[in-house]
Nanobody
């Protein structure tokens, strides 16, 4: 059974850091890239970062560039999102998603086919 499971979300103060994890199982050989997306209340889902299975960075949102870092551990089938200098506007449910075709576009949720359940990140004092 194919599955993506996110973890690591939490309540953190502004300026703090969090590291999210996304573990893939059941279909890892079909994956071309893993994307991180987020959705805040009342807003559309937006792309945050993307990394291919070869380790190439395929996307960073302008709003997170220089603060967030996406990485992968192929041996563990895990993709990470290190988030530093967090701001209240980073508050959202964060999702990881897998692109199962070569025709993905980093940052575009419609081109990713398999999604995790999401993990809540809240940045507040």
């Amino acid at each position: 059974q194919s599955q993506l499971v996110e973890s690591g979300g939490a309540l953190v103060q502004p300026g703090g850091s969090l590291k999210l994890s996304c573990v893939a199982s059941g279909f890892t050989s079909d994956i071309y890239a893993i994307g991180w997306f987020r959705q805040a209340p009342g807003k559309e889902r937006e792309g945050v970062a993307c990394i291919s299975t070869t380790g190439e960075i395929c996307y960073y949102a302008d709003s997170v560039e220089g603060r967030f870092t996406v990485s992968r551990d192929g041996a563990k089938n895990t993709v990470y999102l290190q988030m530093n200098s967090l701001k209240p506007e980073d508050t959202a449910v964060y999702y990881c998603a897998a692109a199962l075709t070569i025709y993905y576009v980093g940052g575009h949720p419609g081109t990713f086919q398999s999604w995790g359940q999401g993990t809540q990140v809240t940045v507040s004092s």
